[in-house]
């Protein structure tokens, strides 16, 4: 069985901050693929992005990076100098090759950024 | 351009009638999802097709109805017997042969229950 875990339900930051959103992974395969979504207020969900699981290596894309470590089924993401508009909520998704190519969502977490 | 359409993007519905909701896509894909999020909730899964005239229960299947006639459509409709039907629905489709890319969604049909 698959499972996502999102600890934190909800963060309120200041803008400028730097947060980090948690993600842990279940999964019994060896050949998987996370994601990151965000849904702002606006409601669909867009994608952020996509790793597999043989390619442990961190990723930055301008303010926004990817910490991906096996040994924990951890895959953070960080927001640097967090701003308004990275108010949304955030969800963290797993698929692996033998799950019948069903995403497994972890609950999300919202990020409230304070002007 | 290629992705997923969602009509209406508001719908009203009166207690005790039937309500259907679009989803097209033109990606080509094989599989589409039907998700309801409630206000401050996660994603649950309501209806799953992998193929053409074949569809699956998820989580939440009670209340509502799907089919899949064609690989573009998949038309979700919330039945009467959908005791709080009140939600944000999200579909999603997915190519089978490529499950490392994920899903793609629409932008969603907010149903309100008045």
């Known amino acids: 069985a698959q499972k996502v875990t999102q600890a934190q339900t909800e963060i309120s930051v200041v803008e400028k901050e730097d947060v980090t959103l948690d993600c842990v992974y279940e999964t019994r395969d060896t050949t998987y693929y996370l994601f990151w979504y965000k849904q702002p207020p606006s409601g669909e969900l867009v994608f952020l992005i996509r790793r597999n699981s043989f390619d442990e290596q961190n990723e930055i894309s301008g303010r926004y990076s990817w910490n991906f470590q096996k040994s924990t089924s951890s895959f953070n993401f960080t927001i640097t100098a967090s701003q308004v508009v990275d108010s949304a909520v955030y969800f963290c998704?797993?698929?692996?090759?033998?799950?019948?190519?069903?995403?497994?969502f972890g609950g999300g977490t919202r990020l409230m950024v304070k002007p | 351009d290629g992705g997923i359409t969602q009509s209406p993007k508001y719908l009203f519905r009166k207690e005790g009638q039937n309500v259907t909701l679009s989803c097209e896509q033109n990606l080509n894909h094989d599989a589409m999802y039907w998700y309801r999020q409630d206000p401050g909730q996660g994603l649950r899964l309501i209806y799953y097709s992998q193929i053409v005239n074949d569809f699956q229960k998820g989580d939440i299947a009670e209340g509502y109805s799907v089919s899949r006639e064609k690989k573009e459509s998949f038309p979700l409709t919330v039945t009467s017997a959908q005791k709080n039907p009140t939600a944000f629905y999200l579909c999603?489709?997915?190519?089978?042969?490529?499950?490392?890319?994920?899903?793609?969604f629409g932008s969603g049909t907010r149903l309100t229950v008045v």
């Open positions: 998704a797993l698929i692996s090759n033998n799950a019948g190519n069903m995403l497994t």
């Open positions: 999603a489709s997915s190519n089978a042969a490529a499950v490392g890319y994920g899903y793609t």
